[in-house]
Antibody
């Protein structure tokens, strides 16, 4: 089955860290850029970061650059998002998404990150 | 990296057509063909319905169509159905970053 499954979300205090994971299956993982997209409660979608198939290029939205790091392990068909110095405004449902022809054709169900004291 | 501008809400009756606009700049919407649209029902995952301005993924009915003129892209839904009631987001992929619109809530009256 073609799917993306995120994990690693939870409650964390401001200034803390969290690492999200996304496991891909059912397609050729090494052929695709992969992205993290987030959605704050009751708000719209926001692209967070993406990574090239071989991991050699990574891009970030301005608000997370320097705090978040995207990575991938092609042997495990997985991508990750290391989130440091977390802020209340990072609270959101974090989706893993597959880049298809410059659009996101496959999404996971998301993992919820709550930053609160 | 500014968000694209969409109307907060639109509405239409069953069978009618509605259009949702998505306005950016020459650096995003106006300069690239990588415009996509997503449908999101409450509590559900976003679903790709249009990519490359006008293309529909397999399984998306031809009631959904996309277009672009200058710095504004549009999604048109014809023959509105009750199940079309959802939030719709546009996105532009101008290169090293990607940006979404703020989202439009479609109500089917």
């Amino acid at each position: 089955e073609v799917q993306l499954v995120e994990s690693g979300g939870g409650l964390v205090q401001p200034g803390g860290s969290l690492r999200l994971s996304c496991a891909a299956s059912g397609f050729t993982f090494t052929s695709h850029w992969m992205s993290w997209v987030r959605q704050a409660p009751g708000k719209g979608l926001e692209w967070v970061a993406n990574i090239k198939p071989d991991g050699s290029e990574k891009y970030y939205v301005d608000s997370v650059r320097g705090r978040f790091t995207i990575s991938r392990d092609n042997a495990k068909n997985s991508i990750y998002l290391q989130m440091n110095s977390l802020r209340a405004e990072d609270t959101a449902l974090y989706y893993c998404a597959r880049d298809d022809d410059m659009a996101w054709g496959l999404w996971g169900l998301g993992t919820l990150v709550t930053v609160s004291s | 990296q500014s968000a694209l501008t969409q109307p907060r809400s639109v509405s239409g009756s069953p069978g009618q057509s509605v259009a949702i606009s998505c306005t950016g700049t020459g650096s995003d919407v106006g300069g690239y063909r990588f415009i996509s649209w997503y449908q999101q029902h409450p509590g559900k995952t976003p679903k790709l319905i249009i990519y490359d301005v006008t293309k529909r993924p397999s399984g998306i009915p031809d009631r959904f169509s996309g277009s672009k003129s200058g710095n504004t892209a549009s999604l048109t839904i014809s023959g509105l159905q009750a199940e079309d009631e959802a939030d719709y987001y546009c996105s532009s992929n101008p290169g090293t970053y990607k940006v979404f619109g703020g989202g439009t809530q479609l109500t089917v009256l």
